[in-house]
């Protein structure tokens, strides 16, 4: 069993819609998550970060943690064209903080 | 601005040949990490190093070794390279682990 589990979809969704972007973990071990974003031909960029179970906003991206239930979600609202990219969840441990476990990525498309 | 730069955006390599991909990161952070990226398997960790001439093995190092002679410098080596090492490769840097900063990757194809 991987230690994170993403949905690599393809999702896609009309321009304004609300997306709902998940990951599952195993180890209770990791205590920091993050979203990143990859446009294609491009490298991953940071979108999120929390410590934290509970939401997180900005501007229209609201991160969600759920330790208990080993969930991450990202959720995108007033979708838009330009937010069509991999979304790929990044998960942390205190100890040995140097690496991330990823997931697969969620390759998602914003339709006009 | 975290800038980390690769050496090459394509690179297009024989079967049996070396392969040297560098990286460059401008902000003076301890931790550097190499990635493959392919379809559905999403970032493997290939190997990553914590400081000057250290390195850790991560998911998948064989086939791959690499070189941190200067804290900004991190090189990836395919000492022979096969098919099945034809993928995207990402290097990222970091400073006290956490936030993660990626170049462009470099697109490696081995005929």
């Known amino acids: 069993q991987k230690e994170v589990e993403q949905d690599p979809g393809p999702l896609s969704v009309p321009e304004g819609a609300i997306v709902s972007l998940n990951c599952t973990y195993s180890?209770?071990?990791?205590?920091?998550f993050m979203w990143y974003r990859q446009y294609s031909r491009k490298g991953p960029e940071l979108l999120m970060y929390?410590?934290?179970?509970g939401n997180k906003e900005d501007g229209r991206f609201t991160a969600q943690v759920d330790k208990s239930s080993k969930y991450i979600s990202l959720f995108i609202r007033d979708s838009q064209p330009s937010d069509s990219a991999t979304y790929l969840c990044?998960?942390?441990?205190?100890?040995?903080?140097?690496?991330?476990?990823f997931g697969q990525g969620t390759r998602l498309t914003i339709n006009p | 601005d975290v800038k980390v730069t690769q050496s090459s955006r394509y690179l297009v390599k024989r079967t049996g040949e070396k392969v040297f991909l560098e990286c460059v990161q401008d902000?003076?952070?301890?931790?550097m990490f190499w990635y493959r990226q392919d379809p559905g398997l999403g970032l493997r960790l290939i190997y990553f190093?914590?400081?000057?001439?250290?390195?850790e093995k991560g998911d998948i190092p064989e086939g791959y070794s690499v070189s941190r002679e200067k804290k900004e410098r991190f090189s990836l080596i395919l000492e022979s390279a096969s098919t099945n090492q034809t993928s995207m490769y990402l290097c990222?840097?970091?400073?006290?682990?956490?936030?993660?900063?990626f170049g462009p990757g470099t697109r490696l194809t081995v005929l």
């Open positions: 929390t410590y934290s179970s």
């Open positions: 180890n209770s071990a990791f205590q920091y």
């Open positions: 990044a998960m942390g441990k205190i100890q040995g903080a140097q690496k991330l476990v």
């Open positions: 990222a840097s970091s400073l006290l682990g956490a936030e993660q900063f």
């Open positions: 902000m003076d952070h301890e931790n």
């Open positions: 190093s914590y400081d000057v001439k250290m390195k």
